[in-house]
């Protein structure tokens, strides 16, 4: 006899199958997430990886390769400065991509009942969709920082490991619970594509990436504080460079803050079905 059947004459007339959190449910759906994007991982991983080697290329060529630029009053060298925003611009943008891939194909495809009717709870059903993505960002995020090496002048060595993998991580959930949003929200592809590009692109591209915030003026530097963006890159790059243009600190309570915002926000729409269930 097996363990489940055995389980299953253990407990009695209703009682819940899964008492605490279905693991092996959870281990499948995360596996079957990061399968997904793993089987193209060409397209999925190494695409976003030229595309970071491309913008290294055309800025450092552009501007100078040596060009210094002021990050908190420190002069960077240019390809220095750019090479970290860079590595975390395309893990937000992929872990977007992957989240808010998942549900949409199902309700398109008519197989979204794959999501909802397994036994898993709201939370093991996020957790699954929000796993996978982080973990194609934190894959990406390790492949342009192979390759971003291979360009000469380029020094980005991790001096401060948990200013990186705090900011890694809770931006790379933060646009994997708005994927998940955005998959919940959208009828077609064309939607999704819409908060790509008119949401994610702009603010992924005005937030630091290539340029310091110092250079703007004062209105435009108080408009990037309202980026949350601005403070996932700025504190990300602080891990190398030990400098950053906003207060380090307070981007890590902004953004912490944002996650569990967001994150409450889908789990309860998670879980009323909205524009999920008839």
Not at 146 to 172: E, K, N
Not at 179 to 204: C, Q, R, Y
Not at 244 to 251: H, K, R, W, Y
Request: charged share 10%; proline share 5%; with cysteine.
């Amino acid at each position: 006899m097996s363990s489940q059947e055995q389980l299953s004459r253990q407990r009695p007339p209703g009682a819940p199958l899964f008492r605490r959190v279905n693991w092996g449910g959870l281990r499948t759906l995360y596996v079957k997430e990061v399968r997904r994007f793993f089987k193209v991982q060409l397209q999925t991983v190494w695409g976003p990886a030229v595309t970071a080697v491309l913008f290294m290329v055309i800025f450092t060529v552009a501007t100078g390769a040596r060009r210094p630029i002021l990050v908190g009053g420190t002069e960077v060298a240019f390809a220095d400065f750019l090479a970290p925003g860079l590595i975390m611009m395309q893990m937000l943008q992929n872990a977007f991509a992957n989240s808010s891939f998942s549900l949409l194909v199902g309700k398109i495809q008519g197989t979204i009942v794959d999501y909802l009717m397994p036994p898993l709870s709201t939370g093991e059903l996020l957790a699954g969709l929000v796993g996978g993505a982080v973990t194609r960002a934190f894959c990406i995020g390790g492949a342009v920082f192979l390759v971003v090496q291979l360009w000469p002048g380029v020094h980005v060595v991790p001096r401060h490991p948990l200013a990186i993998l705090y900011f890694a991580l809770t931006g790379s959930v933060f646009l994997s619970l708005l994927g998940v949003l955005t998959s919940m929200w959208a009828e077609k592809f064309d939607h999704a594509a819409s908060v790509t590009n008119f949401v994610i692109a702009p603010l992924s591209l005005l937030s630091g990436t290539f340029y310091s915030i110092d250079r703007l003026a004062p209105t435009f530097q108080m408009i990037s504080h309202f980026n949350p963006f601005f403070y996932i890159i700025s504190g990300f790059r602080y891990g190398f460079l030990l400098e950053a243009d906003s207060n380090v600190a307070l981007g890590a309570v902004v953004i912490g803050v944002i996650d569990l915002a967001f994150g409450l926000l889908v789990y309860r729409l998670l879980a009323s079905g909205w524009r999920l269930k008839n």
